[in-house]
């Protein structure tokens, strides 16, 4: 039996009659419990919304525990863990409500907070560039609009991109171990299955049927957002194949993220928006190269590809096309971007009248509206909205983020499949961003996550399960620095 398990581990110490030391003991909790403990809270959520008010600030107050207490490792796992629960969140949370940018707002004051703690810091100079090339067009938007009006329309165009640098500060300073790694990932994946909770029970008790129509569906996603429901489930599949793809499972874990990705798939699908299943697909595609081209993986993931591809071709798409009529097919063979090309070119238009320092934060909208006499929505693709409403700035700024994807990516230390996980990351926040702006924190996680360090077990040692913690440390006792960097 080896060291680790899939799941989340809570160690303890307990007495060494030899040395008078208590060394650890770890009470394990697999991963299908908590999966079915997620399940159980979706319901009860969606019972009694308060309880989704009190889980948001719980698992806040938890990862501002972990800031102060210098366990960077934890605060990723929160931070993690509110990136999968964000929409569920958005859905469920009332009277009170979380704040909508709970997760913006939330991510930032934890990373804040562990940096500040944090011994011996860096704060890398690309991501403050980054937000200074922003500045400009902040001024505009103060100068131009009441003080309040400003503040929203900067909060909302903008939140994404600081949650994106205070990320890379904090994540430029965490090296996390093959465990630790997992442990982000579950914790990830875990609110996203209460998410898929809820969205198959508001299809099952729904009173009528389902009018499938080939156009993104509410009645499928939750009775919220087709978008983001779907970009979310996205995000799970696509990290539940980068876990079967890069570690190592006992047989009954192997079942269990096997069926979550399956669960994830189909109600990705369902959903009837086409970003979220496009995003996944391009991520993962990225990760599946880069494992293919390491020889410890190969073999394992040909496998996975052949079994996935003939399920999926054979048994999950011919189902879900009959059951809804041949409208999913119809649906994602549509190549129309549903007007997001129009608004698109409406910003490149802006921007070849503010070449310079752009229109300002969120004056894009007011502009399509008043001068030109369009009548549409918010700019869905950040980067014509940079352009529009940045000018020069935009550009130089989306050009600071490639240097800081390929820096990442190409780091010495990084084994190949570090880089597939990088990659992945990567292309799934900039696809997301293409399409979906910065609605959400994911985006802004998942390229901060790329500043992260790998470091590695020793050729032959493998860990095959997941600790959350460190070791509690004897009463008065601190925590040795070699313990406390492999926590």
Same mark, same amino acid.
């Given at each position: 039996m080896t060291e680790l398990q899939q799941g989340i581990t809570f160690p303890r110490r307990m007495g060494n009659i030899l040395t008078g030391e208590r060394p650890a003991r770890k009470f394990r909790v697999g991963l299908l419990p908590l999966v079915l403990l997620h399940i159980g809270l979706a319901l009860l959520m969606n019972t009694v919304p308060q309880i989704a008010t009190?889980?948001?600030?719980l698992?806040?107050?938890?990862?501002?525990?972990?800031?102060?207490?210098?366990?960077?490792?934890?605060?990723?796992?929160?931070?993690?863990?509110?990136?999968?629960?964000?929409?569920?969140?958005?859905?469920?949370?009332?009277?009170?409500?979380?704040?909508?940018?709970?997760?913006?707002?939330?991510?930032?004051?934890?990373?804040?907070v562990a940096l500040f703690?944090?011994?011996?810091?860096?704060?890398?100079?690309?991501?403050?560039?980054?937000?200074l090339l922003l500045v400009p067009s902040m001024l505009i938007t103060l100068t131009y609009y009441e003080p309040q009006i400003a503040r929203d329309r900067i909060v909302f165009n903008l939140l994404g991109h600081f949650a994106l640098a205070f990320g890379a500060w904090f994540f430029s300073n965490l090296t996390l171990t093959e465990s630790q790694l997992r442990n982000l990932f579950i914790a990830l994946i875990l609110p996203i299955s209460s998410l898929a909770t809820l969205v198959l029970y508001t299809i099952l008790t729904r009173t009528g049927p389902i009018v499938w129509q080939a156009r993104s569906s509410f009645a499928?996603?939750?009775?919220?957002?087709?978008?983001?429901?779907?970009?979310?489930?996205?995000?799970?599949?696509?990290?539940?194949?980068? $876990? #079967?793809?890069?570690?190592?499972?006992?047989?009954?874990?192997? +079942?269990?993220?096997?069926? &979550?990705? @399956? /669960?994830?798939?189909?109600?990705?699908?369902?959903?009837?928006?086409?970003?979220?299943?496009?995003?996944?697909?391009?991520g993962a595609a990225a990760a599946t190269l880069h494992t293919l081209a390491d020889q410890k993986r190969r073999m394992q993931v040909i496998f996975l590809l052949v079994v996935s591809l003939f399920l999926i071709n054979e048994v999950a798409l011919p189902r879900l096309n009959e059951l809804t009529g041949g409208t999913l097919s119809e649906r994602f063979s549509d190549t129309s971007l549903t007007g997001r090309e129009t608004v698109?070119?409406?910003?490149?238009?802006i921007f070849r009248e503010h070449p310079v320092w752009g229109l300002g934060v969120g004056r894009t909208t007011d502009y399509r509206r008043q001068v030109l006499g369009l009548d549409i929505s918010l700019t869905h693709?950040?980067?014509?909205? $940079? #352009?529009?409403?940045?000018?020069?700035?935009?550009?130089?700024? +989306?050009?600071?983020?490639? &240097?800081? @994807? /390929?820096?990442?990516?190409?780091?010495?230390?990084?084994?190949?499949?570090?880089?597939?996980?990088?990659?992945?990351?990567?292309?799934?926040?900039?696809?997301?961003?293409?399409?979906?702006?910065?609605?959400?924190?994911?985006?802004?996680?998942?390229?901060a996550f790329a500043f992260t360090r790998f470091a590695h077990e020793q050729e032959g040692v493998r860990e095959s399960r997941v600790a959350l913690s460190r070791p509690i440390p004897a009463p008065g006792k601190a925590t040795p620095p070699d313990e406390r960097a492999l926590a």
């Open positions: 009190v889980h948001g600030l698992i806040w107050g938890l990862g501002m525990w972990w800031a102060i207490s210098r366990k960077p490792e934890g605060v990723a796992y929160v931070g993690a863990y509110m990136v999968g629960a964000e929409v569920l969140w958005r859905m469920t949370s009332s009277d009170p409500a979380l704040p909508w940018e709970f997760g913006k707002y939330g991510t930032i004051a934890l990373f804040v703690r944090m011994r011996g810091t860096r704060i890398p100079l690309l991501p403050l560039l980054f937000i499928t996603s939750g009775g919220f957002g087709p978008n983001q429901v779907s970009s979310t489930l996205g995000l799970g599949l696509m990290v539940v194949w980068i $876990m #079967l793809m890069y570690f190592r499972f006992e047989r009954v874990e192997q +079942l269990v993220m096997a069926a &979550l990705g @399956g /669960w994830f798939f189909v109600h990705c699908l369902l959903t009837f928006s086409r970003g979220g299943i496009a995003t996944a697909a391009v698109a070119q409406t910003d490149l238009d693709t950040e980067y014509t909205r $940079m #352009l529009a409403e940045h000018g020069i700035m935009g550009i130089a700024a +989306l050009a600071l983020l490639i &240097l800081m @994807g /390929w820096i990442n990516y190409s780091r010495e230390e990084h084994h190949i499949s570090d880089r597939g996980i990088v990659l992945a990351a990567m292309v799934w926040a900039a696809v997301f961003v293409a399409h979906s702006a910065l609605r959400l924190v994911a985006p802004s996680f998942l390229f």
